[in-house]
């Protein structure tokens, strides 16, 4: 017959074994560490807290793919250019610009300084090739082909806004047009007018081509992931390695901020945009007759 159930402090029966309270302990440890586990495979995945490079997520790939987008979006557009005024380090170029991705044109004042001169001027671009500002002829007494002080004259731009405004008062013939060469300010300036896109990227094809997310990184005060450009011949395993020449700083929403282009091994080009369109226009000349 079945017997009644042990009441509290009721002396046990002699011959009954203890419950295996023991065994009972080891399980719940062994269950709760391997929960543990799983949760800490779960935070490593790309995406989940990884601080590691790794190949794109779906959410990062999409991120990526609406930056060429947001970029054309957002022109006209202020955007600075800077790299090394030679192969040497020495020196810096910079180009200070409004861009019109809707129009594939660019209009700037550029500045090269180095330890011995400063030279300046007006310069257009567009996907064919780049356009310089002749230069102002010499002052009276002025030794020809010799390069002025650090002192910027008096109708030199220094600024995106100043240099379209000088642009626009230019007639077509005061332009020397030519087409783009390899040298990394060809290069650079090239990216500029090609960055955009007036549509977004396929996150799925992307994703396979290669790029990767490097780092989280603030600029400005704002936050940004970086991510590396698809990979000229991505491999079946993508590897942490960055074999891309291009590197993207983009916000959550998709907006470009940053792009950086490798132009021989440790000389870079860097391209900042603002975050906002801006009211100045690019103009016509050196495009236009007149």
């Known amino acids: 017959m079945p017997q009644p159930p042990r009441k509290p402090g009721e002396p046990r029966e002699p011959g009954k074994p203890r419950e295996p309270?023991?065994?009972i302990w080891v399980a719940?440890?062994?269950?709760?560490?391997?929960?543990?586990?799983?949760?800490?495979?779960?935070?490593?995945l790309p995406g989940n807290g990884d601080t590691s490079p790794h190949p794109v997520s779906a959410d990062e790939a999409q991120r990526l793919a609406l930056a060429r987008f947001r970029?054309?979006?957002?022109?006209?557009?202020?955007?600075?250019?800077?790299?090394?005024?030679?192969e040497t380090g020495d020196g810096t170029i910079t180009v200070r610009a409004v861009v019109d991705?809707?129009?594939?044109?660019?209009?700037?004042?550029?500045?090269?300084?180095?330890?011995?001169?400063?030279?300046?001027?007006?310069?257009?671009?567009?996907?064919?090739?780049?356009?310089v500002a002749r230069p102002p002829a010499a002052a009276p007494g002025a030794e020809p082909g010799r390069t002025t002080t650090r002192t910027p004259a008096p109708d030199i731009v220094t600024t995106a806004a100043q240099a379209v405004r000088r642009a626009g008062t230019l007639k077509r013939e005061e332009w020397t047009r030519r087409p783009y060469s390899t040298a990394p300010l060809d290069r650079a300036l090239r990216l500029v007018v090609s960055v955009a896109a007036d549509r977004p990227d396929d996150a799925a094809l992307l994703a396979r081509s290669g790029p990767?997310?490097?780092?989280?990184?603030r600029l400005?005060?704002?936050?940004?992931?970086?991510?590396?450009?698809?990979?000229?011949?991505?491999?079946?395993?993508?590897?942490?390695?960055?074999?891309?020449?291009?590197?993207?700083?983009?916000?959550?929403?998709?907006?470009l901020r940053r792009?950086?282009?490798?132009?021989?091994?440790g000389h870079y080009a860097t391209v900042d945009f603002v975050a906002t369109r801006v009211r100045t226009v690019v103009p016509g000349a050196p495009w236009t007759k007149g």
Do not use: C
């Open 71 to 86: 970029a054309y979006e957002a022109s006209p557009a202020e955007v600075t250019v800077r790299l090394p005024a030679a």
């Open 28 to 44: 719940a440890i062994a269950a709760t560490t391997a929960l543990a586990g799983a949760l800490t495979a779960l935070l490593l």
């Open 21 to 23: 309270r023991k065994k």
């Open 101 to 131: 991705h809707h129009a594939h044109r660019a209009v700037g004042a550029y500045e090269i300084v180095d330890d011995t001169r400063t030279v300046q001027g007006l310069l257009a671009w567009d996907q064919e090739g780049i356009a």
């Open 259 to 265: 792009v950086t282009a490798r132009m021989s091994p």
């Open 212 to 217: 990767l997310w490097l780092r989280d990184e």
């Open 220 to 255: 400005d005060g704002h936050g940004y992931g970086v991510f590396s450009g698809p990979r000229p011949t991505p491999s079946v395993s993508a590897s942490p390695a960055d074999d891309s020449t291009l590197t993207y700083w983009i916000d959550a929403d998709g907006n």
